[in-house]
């Protein structure tokens, strides 16, 4: 059902997505959607937390083979970041927007949110002057500025390229590096 509430998104935006239509699309009674999901809102926190899994995955997975250079664990955090926005497409924002003012969902966002400023910070430590709290909250805007930059990417304003390129400038410089 996970897929075909993508596909809904992406074919006709995140408005078009109910339970009801997403039972009738993927073939089942709506009973099956509504027990799976319970709500609305649960569907697209189910497909949030999607998105994020396979962002924090493949994060990690890059940073694994990271070497000792802080422009390179830079750029692999922004190549990471940018390569999962660019393959889940503009409905990952289509998912975000749709819950906006949801305060269950608002409280999913910041706890996927605060995993994201750890990963992050537990790559940058290595190369950073500022305490663990200072860098933490540079690493709160750091994850700030890569949705932004990769909504813009997703609507088209600018290349995966300039998108890395402009991430890793701002991780770079942001750390205060030793």
């Not at 073939?27 to 027990?35: H, N």
């Not at 926190?45 to 994020?52: F, G, K, M, N, S």
């Amino acid at each position: 059902m996970i897929e075909t509430a993508l596909e809904i998104i992406r074919e006709n935006g995140a408005d078009a997505l109910t339970l009801g239509y997403l039972a009738e699309r993927a073939g089942v009674s709506k009973p099956i959607a509504y027990e799976h999901f319970g709500t609305r809102s649960g569907l697209l926190i189910a497909l949030y937390r999607r998105i994020d899994e396979k962002q924090v995955r493949a994060l990690l997975g890059c940073l694994a083979t990271a070497q000792h250079e802080l422009d390179e664990v830079a750029r692999l955090i922004a190549r990471a970041y940018m390569t999962c926005h660019s393959a889940s497409g503009p409905e990952g924002h289509a998912i975000s927007a749709a819950l906006m003012g949801d305060p269950q969902m608002e409280a999913v966002q910041q706890d996927l949110r605060d995993g994201c400023v750890r990963i992050i910070a537990d790559a940058l430590a290595r190369f950073s002057k500022l305490s663990r709290d200072t860098l933490e909250q540079r690493c709160v805007g750091i994850v700030g500025a890569a949705e932004a930059l990769s909504r813009d990417m997703t609507r088209g304003r600018l290349d995966k390229v300039e998108a890395i390129e402009n991430l890793t400038a701002l991780i770079v410089s942001g750390i205060d590096p030793r």
